[in-house]
């Protein structure tokens, strides 16, 4: 098994430290799994999409705008 090092804020580390009977190095390992998947989903979508990435930047903008104009 391959071995990473993670970096965390030290306020979040001593949070982490009060519930040392957690695993975290199991809890990132399912993080990790998670998002891969959904990167994988994500890849999957994408490569049937006829969206270029200008399409995509344009619809990201007017959903951002449709968002702001209701939320703000």
Do not use: C, F
Request: proline residues 1%; positive net charge.
């Amino acid at each position: 098994m391959s071995t990473i090092t993670l970096s965390v804020p030290d306020d979040l580390k001593r949070e982490m430290d009060e519930s040392s009977d957690i695993n975290w190095s199991a809890v990132a390992r399912e993080a990790i799994k998670m998002k891969l998947a959904q990167l994988r989903i994500l890849k999957s979508i994408s490569a049937k999409s006829k969206l270029t990435e200008a399409d995509a930047l344009e619809l990201g903008r007017k959903i951002n705008k449709s968002l702001h104009e209701r939320y703000a």
